[in-house]
């Protein structure tokens, strides 16, 4: 009977976790949390999925996945770390890999290490995190070799150690929240009883844009980030606030991006979804008096179906519509929509290994393609004749001017347009054909166009900057002909993730 009794319990907390949750919300949280052994389900909608025992995972692949190999076959595993031995569940089957996720530990490597974060397995961000930070930067480094070798038949003898972070955590200068009525609760909350307050202030779950994880501690940003956020949630659970709610577009608060700059400067935007005036300015004049250290405090009402707040009004409440960003002694200022490198101290290690790479003597005329705000730009200007910045969002080169103006910087010229296009003879012709091109592209990499005309234009030489080696390995190849690989230096940008940055060299060929 106290078995049936509790069937019957399990059974109706299982009801509601459905409900709540949605299947396919329950999956992907099993996914998240295979390192906490939950034991594999029967999906009612597919055929039993096979299961693969004794597995040793062998490496840390791309996208923040582990790997092993199974029959000659590629197996794709998350929250897991080489050296690891476990069962594994096949999720997706294609015909040369498969995904999988560990349903069963046997073996738990030596190198992994405790998470740091309450969070972990349920938040996106931090996977690498069971991982010691030494084996981190060996797979990032291994992650760029293998790319080059394999992709671009490249010879990477002369790769340079990477360089590691300074900060393993508390590296981002922003973050940006989500506040939502739908938080995802727990298989524990559901069975201790339906809990009364279902808001809450945090990360979108991975693959889910309806629900968010309540976040408590974050270890990317550095204070005053969570005691912030941690204060917006009291003040507006204490005042009854409503939270946003994704499905029916109603509810006040919507988002808080929180931005700090090397300077110690602070920017705070709240987003609110309802004009309710006197509400808005309670929560506004609590955080003012609360954190004096608020340098620019600013808000925003969005009505609109998504998130992006690029093409809404954002108003100042307090201090300045901006912050400042510092590099050896040049001035950035940052506004509410410009980009800015999310870590500053390393943003500058690169910039800097960027301009020793390009050798600059002060003679040259530079290119810097796909330019963002034109921190490039500016960082080199003082030392060439000229430099040409080029970039797709006008907003963007609008920043990089006002960010020469202000160092009084005279040798910058900026242009907003798509480089596969304004890339032309003409272009070139009439702004001097470059000396050296430096280039830090998107993802995706560079256009074949924008390459093209780079051999057209054939500088002396070339400083690629890339957060994806699989494209940069790609381009290079593309220019082997003409250009010879000197350099190759990964850089840490971002620790705890599979993210890595590389800059290389080309020189031309004679
Ligand atoms: N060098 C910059 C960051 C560059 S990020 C810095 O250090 O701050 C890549 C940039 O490429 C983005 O700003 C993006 O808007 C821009 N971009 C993407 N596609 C582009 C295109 N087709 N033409 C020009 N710029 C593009």
Redesign the pocket.
């Known amino acids: 009977m106290v078995l049936l009794n509790l069937m019957y319990l399990n059974c109706l907390t299982a009801i509601f976790t459905f409900i709540h949750n949605s299947l396919s919300d329950l999956e992907s949280l099993r996914e998240s949390f295979t390192h906490l052994i939950i034991p594999p389900t029967m999906s009612r909608r597919r055929k039993p999925i096979p299961i693969l025992e004794k597995v040793e995972i062998i490496d840390a692949g791309s996208e923040g996945k582990a790997l092993a190999r199974v029959d000659n076959m590629v197996v794709f595993v998350p929250f897991v770390v080489p050296g690891d031995i476990v069962d594994l569940q096949v999720t997706r089957r294609k015909k040369n890999f498969y995904e999988a996720k560990a349903i069963k530990f046997h073996h738990y490597s030596d190198k992994r290490v405790e998470p740091k974060c309450e969070h972990f397995g349920l938040c996106g961000g931090c996977k690498w995190q069971i991982m010691p930070y030494g084996d981190q930067l060996k797979y990032k480094q291994k992650q760029v070799v293998d790319n080059f070798e394999r992709i671009g038949k490249l010879d990477t003898s002369g790769i340079d150690p990477i360089l590691p972070s300074a900060n393993e955590y508390f590296y981002r200068n922003k973050l940006e929240f989500t506040i939502s009525n739908r938080r995802w609760l727990t298989e524990k909350e559901m069975a201790d009883g339906w809990p009364e307050d279902t808001n809450g202030l945090g990360f979108h779950l991975p693959g889910m844009f309806d629900k968010i994880i309540d976040i408590n501690n974050c270890y990317l940003q550095a204070e005053p980030s969570n005691s912030i956020r941690s204060s917006v949630r009291e003040f507006a659970r204490e005042n009854n606030f409503t939270f946003y709610d994704t499905k029916a577009h109603v509810g006040l608060l919507r988002n808080l991006v929180v931005r700090t700059a090397i300077t110690g400067e602070v920017m705070i935007i709240v987003v609110f979804a309802e004009d309710q005036d006197d509400n808005i300015r309670l929560l506004l004049e609590h955080l003012k008096t609360s954190f004096p250290e608020i340098t620019s405090l600013m808000w925003a009402v969005n009505k609109k179906l998504n998130d992006t707040i690029f093409d809404q009004a954002v108003h100042l409440y307090s201090g300045n519509p901006f912050i400042i960003e510092e590099m050896e002694g040049l001035k950035f200022k940052v506004g509410p929509k410009s980009?800015?490198?999310t870590n500053s101290e390393q943003?500058y290690n690169?910039?800097k290994i960027a301009r020793e790479f390009a050798g600059l003597k002060g003679h040259e005329t530079v290119y810097?393609?796909?330019?963002?705000?034109?921190?490039?730009?500016n960082f080199i200007a003082r030392s060439v004749k000229k430099v040409v910045g080029?970039?797709?969002?006008p907003e963007?080169i609008d920043d990089a001017k006002h960010n020469s103006e202000l160092n009084g910087i005279k040798n910058t010229s900026f242009f907003a347009?798509?480089?596969?296009?304004?890339l032309n003879e003409e272009f070139i012709s009439s702004n001097g054909a470059p000396d050296i091109v430096?280039t830090?592209?998107?993802r995706?990499g560079m256009?074949p166009k924008?390459i093209d005309q780079l051999l057209n234009a054939l500088p002396e030489k070339i400083v690629y900057?890339s957060?994806n080696p699989a494209t940069q390995a790609r381009d290079i190849d593309m220019m082997r002909e003409k250009y010879e690989l000197t350099k190759i230096q990964p850089v840490d940008m971002f620790p705890q993730t599979h993210h890595v940055e590389n800059v290389c060299l080309l020189v031309k060929r004679p």
């Open positions: 980009f800015y490198q943003a690169l910039y810097d393609l796909y330019c963002g705000t034109g921190t490039i730009t080029v970039e797709i969002v963007a347009g798509d480089l596969a296009k304004l430096i830090d592209p998107p995706a256009h924008v900057v957060c």
